[in-house]
């Protein structure tokens, strides 16, 4: 049994959903989202509420089950409200500027490094905080990790790009005798 599947989704009121040949649609005020879902995976879609079910038997069926419904769930959370994802670049020296559908990082390199957005990802840029934006959230969210990806932080002096609300766990340096 998936705790996670089983539970309903709410959809709410400015969301339309349409689920035809196993493709799943959701439109809602920010835009809209389209994925294929599994054919072993079944969708309940009523007026208020999105409920996935499953044939129990087989193992790897249950494992989809809680897996669809968090998809679901993201994609009408999308829709509906949208995702943000800051990162925050710390060091001497190291900056990020917005250049239409780019972003150029400085950080640390012989070279600027220059981050072409994917469709459907927004981002704001500040000096050392970079917010992206979005309705899906795996794209987002895979467009983040690649960011922090260029730099990750050290443990020594914590330089590098950061989630917002990533600690870095700090070491101590050589100690002098």
């Known amino acids: 049994m998936s705790r996670v599947g089983k539970k309903p989704i709410p959809v709410p009121e400015k969301t339309k959903i349409t689920y035809?040949?196993?493709?799943?649609?959701?439109?809602?005020?920010?835009?809209?989202?389209?994925?294929?879902?599994?054919?072993?995976?079944?969708?309940?879609?009523?007026?208020?509420?999105?409920?996935?079910?499953?044939?129990?038997?087989?193992?790897?069926?249950?494992?989809?089950?809680?897996?669809?419904?968090?998809?679901?769930?993201?994609?009408?959370?999308?829709?509906?409200?949208?995702?943000?994802?800051?990162?925050?670049?710390?060091?001497?020296?190291?900056?990020?500027?917005?250049?239409?559908?780019?972003?150029?990082l400085h950080l640390g390199y012989s070279h600027p490094i220059n981050f072409e957005l994917p469709e459907g990802i927004d981002a704001a840029v500040d000096k050392a905080t970079i917010r992206l934006s979005g309705i899906d959230k795996e794209l987002l969210g895979f467009t983040a990790s690649s960011i922090r990806k260029m730099r990750p932080p050290e443990p020594y002096k914590g330089k590098g790009v950061k989630y917002a609300e990533e600690l870095v766990q700090r070491k101590a340096g050589k100690t002098a005798k």
């Open 20 to 104: 035809s040949q196993g493709v799943l649609t959701v439109e809602g005020p920010k835009g809209t989202l389209t994925r294929r879902i599994h054919p072993k995976v079944e969708l309940d879609i009523g007026d208020e509420q999105v409920a996935v079910t499953v044939d129990r038997s087989d193992k790897t069926t249950k494992a989809l089950w809680g897996t669809t419904r968090a998809q679901v769930a993201n994609m009408i959370a999308g829709v509906s409200s949208g995702f943000e994802r800051v990162l925050e670049i710390y060091g001497i020296g190291y900056r990020a500027e917005l250049k239409g559908r780019n972003i150029e």
